[in-house]
Every structure is written in C-alpha cells, then in structure tokens.
C-alpha cells in the first residue's frame, strides 16, 4: 500500500467551505463570545466572530506492531465546523493563526487555548482558529441546536443501534480518527485564498497548532504519527509550530476504540518531529492524569532538544493547576445546560479557595519564543523540569514546588499553591493558601520591600522574554492590590 500517495491525495484535497453560517438571537455558534459566563463583545476591539463547516473526505488509519502508520479505510466523508476571531482591519494584523484542537473532555467543545491567549490575541492582531475534534463534541452541538448543527458528520459508515450511549467518551459508529485529516486539510486551506476568506482575508504567514489536556494528548499523537508524513506530501509547511498546554505528558490511539466509556489515554512516547515544537506540564498535571493512564507520569522524560530532526523544549510550571475553571470566558452555564453536557463544578467551597496561579503570563510568553524559534531559527532557553523526590515532588518550606519555570509568585512568596487535590470532585483546581500579614512583613521585613522585590523579579522576566509587558504590568498590579487584602 502506497500510504504517503494516499495521504497526499487526501490531505491535499481542499474542505468544502461553508459559511460564515448566519447568526440570530436564537441561533448562534456554541462557544460564541456574546454567550460566555461574562460575556465579551470583540466588536469593541475591532474583531470578528465567525463559524463555517468544513466537508471533505479523510482516512482511517491504525498503527503497526512496529509503530508505523497503515490505513484501515479510505476517503470517509465527513463535515465539521471552527468558530474563528480575527480582527477586521487587516493592517493590524500580525500574519499569525493559532489553531486550536477544541477540548472535549466534559463532552462539548472548549477553547482552552482562547481562554489562555485571548487578551494577547486582541491587542497583538492574532488570528484565532478552533476546531471541534471529537464526535461527542458534535453531539453536544446537535442537542445545543438541532438545526444549526444537524448536517455535522463524524460516521465512519457503519449503522449501529438506537439509542445511542449517552455519558460517554466514545460513540459507537463514530470516527474520532477522522481527525487527523481534518487537521492537515484546515492547516493546508488556511494558507489559500479560500481559507483566507474565513480569516477576514489576512494571509496566514506562520500557523501554529495547540492543544490542551486530552487535546494535549491529540497533539502529540498528530505530532508524532503525521508532521513527518506530512511534510513528504506537501510543498509547504502546514503548520510552522506545535504548542502543547497541558498534556505533554500523554497521547491517544490513531483510531476510536471499540470499548465505551471512560476517557482512556497513554502515556507519552513520541517520534521527534523537525518542527518547532514547546510542550507544557502544569504541575497540577502531573497528578490529574493519573485517573486516565496507567503508569507513572512523573517519571516521563523528555529530552530538549534543537537539531535537524528534533527541535523540542519543555517546561513544567511549578504551583499552576491544570486549568482555570472560573475563567468568565467559558460556555455561560445555561448554555452548557442546552448542550445537554456536563455542568462544571463550581461550588463556592472550592471557588473560595481556589488556586488563581495566572500560568496564562508564561504560555504567552512561551508562545513568543516559539514564534521566533519558527520565524528567526533561535530556539528559546532549557529549564529543568520540577524537582523529584522518590515518588513526588520536591518542595520547599513553604510548600511550593522546587524547580521548573521559575515566577515571582513562587520565589518571592506570599502564599502556598497546592496546583491539584485529587481527592476532590473538582481536583483540577488546586487550592491556596495566603501568608498572614505578619508572616509576610517578617520574611521580607515590610510589603514595601515586598512589592520592591517582586516589581524586580517581574522586571527580570520581562527583560529575559518569559512574559509581556502587559502581563508585567499585570503582574505587577496583582502583588498591589492582593497585598492590600491580607490580614
């Protein structure tokens, strides 16, 4: 079987667009901004908002004894949609599209990436790609709306019987592998003049892919089993770097598997790819996977690397948790409701407490220095990863975890992160703790030299490329005003 000349015919045949699909008061893209817990009106930043539905073909494939790629079926058809945000006045913008592999854990889409860059995109001119990935996302947008949604198409042509099963990760005579095709058509359509119809018309110049948590995990499987397919089937890159938030411990089978149920992943074991390529652990990941993969996360290695064939870095974030689940950009709780999906859980206990660690400052940073890893060639900075100790993480005497991406929050201290609690329904939180006023005037000898140290180390990373200058200012406000309420 000739699998890279039936992979170029495929990847290289161009979706059928569809779209901007029209917008009512009563029906509208799910995740649309106007619809969010706060809800953000991108008009006032000069941004559009628009969703279109992609239909073409793609391949089944399967992976070898020896870890190669076969292809079980060929030229399924398919339809799915992206909700996409770019600005209206091309000059403002920066030639950049962040495609994002929409999250489906909870069963309905998620744009975990938006969430974490949103701010950054509107004030920098970026393009903003989401793409739903999974077949239990789609059905979650047919129970959102019928109409809008009932052509979207994830069969792998096969009839199974009815009813459906409901609260599961997979549906029987669904595809969930179509994807990986679907992705290497939205990469390729984006670089022509139909795709830039879809994004305001602004040439896509670079194109960045991410994922997060189980979309973490699809990404390195794409990463691992098509980047270098890819590049022997086409003429130009399709994406010019990978970005893993959350997740880069773990990946997924090439196809759907045939038991329902619970979300299964596995652990990390990637090819290298030559692509630029950053990965991220939230330490709060480091424990949160372990529900879903058997084996142990902790003591995964990965190499960094910036060589011909294998240009990785990877960085663990010490004190973050694995998500903001009180983000007010998420899916408005009444809208969750209408998707028939799993509500979050936000019960004011947990919200009282929760671990606000803003890991948002350092993956916009770390999308910056990916940029000119791809753009100028200059791969960024090594880190080590979090301290281990035997079978944990090594902390100091505050708490905090010893090693990783450093921060002005953990190095110069006023509180105890605690990035997971397992033990909880909503372990993906974390928790925090704050220093008492005192404990916090004998440490740094009053919150003027407080403020002082962190305004310098906030200052420091600015200067070295980890943050913004906004998030500088950010950051700098914050150690302000939560000063302010300690007692």
């Known amino acids: 079987m000739d699998i890279l000349g039936i992979m170029k015919k495929t990847i290289n045949g161009i979706p059928a667009v569809e779209g901007p699909i029209p917008v009512t008061d009563t029906s509208y893209p799910f995740c649309s901004m106007k619809h969010s817990r706060i809800p953000l009106d991108l008009e006032q930043y000069g941004y559009a908002e628009e969703e279109y539905f992609l239909s073409g073909y793609a391949n089944i494939y399967d992976v070898t004894a020896d870890d190669c790629l076969t292809i079980v079926k060929e030229n399924v058809p398919y339809k799915n949609r992206i909700l996409v945000r770019y600005p209206r006045d091309k000059k403002k913008a920066s030639g950049r599209v962040y495609v994002d592999i929409l999250n489906a854990t909870q069963g309905y889409d998620i744009e975990d990436l938006w969430h974490r860059i949103s701010s950054w995109c509107l004030e920098n001119g970026h393009v903003y790609v989401g793409i739903t990935s999974k077949p239990v996302s789609v059905m979650s947008l047919k129970n959102f709306d019928y109409q809008r949604y009932k052509e979207l198409n994830w069969s792998n042509g096969e009839m199974v019987p009815m009813p459906t099963i409901a609260k599961s990760a997979t549906i029987p005579g669904t595809e969930e592998g179509l994807f990986w095709d679907m992705l290497s058509q939205l990469g390729i359509l984006l670089r022509t003049e139909k795709g830039r119809e879809c994004i305001g018309n602004i040439p896509a110049e670079y194109i960045y892919l991410s994922g997060q948590s189980q979309s973490g995990a699809y990404l390195n499987t794409y990463v691992s089993y098509f980047d270098s397919c890819i590049k022997k089937c086409c003429d130009q890159p399709v994406y010019n770097g990978y970005f893993n938030i959350a997740g880069a411990l773990v990946q997924r089978s090439v196809r759907q598997q045939n038991t329902v149920g619970d979300l299964k992943l596995l652990p990390r074991n990637m090819h290298p790819s030559s692509t630029p390529y950053i990965c991220i652990t939230c330490e709060g990941d480091l424990y949160l996977f372990n529900q879903y993969v058997e084996g142990d996360l902790l003591n995964i290695k990965i190499e960094n690397s910036d060589t011909e064939n294998n240009k990785c870095r990877y960085y663990e974030i010490p004190g973050a948790p694995h998500t903001n689940v009180v983000c007010p950009l998420l899916p408005a709780i009444e809208e969750i409701d209408k998707a028939s999906a799993k509500r979050p859980y936000l019960d004011s206990k947990i919200l009282d407490h929760i671990n606000d660690f803003p890991a948002e400052y350092y993956i916009r940073g770390l999308l910056e220095k990916l940029h000119i890893w791809a753009a100028k060639g200059i791969a960024p900075e090594v880190i080590e990863p979090i301290c ?79 943050i913004s200058k906004t998030d500088a200012e950010r950051m700098i406000q914050w150690s302000k005003d939560v000063i302010k309420n300690i007692e």
Not at 406 to 430: C, K, N, Q, W
């Open 388 to 466: 281990r100790s035997e079978n944990d993480l090594q902390r100091n005497e505050f708490g905090n975890a010893i090693g990783g991406l450093r921060s002005p929050f953990l190095d110069v201290p006023i509180a105890t992160y605690i990035s997971s609690t397992p033990d909880h329904p909503e372990g993906i939180s974390g928790k925090m703790k704050y220093f008492s006023k005192e404990k916090i005037e004998n440490l740094y000898g009053s919150v003027e030299k407080y403020l002082e140290k962190f305004k310098e180390y906030t200052l420091t990373q600015l200067k070295e490329g980890w």
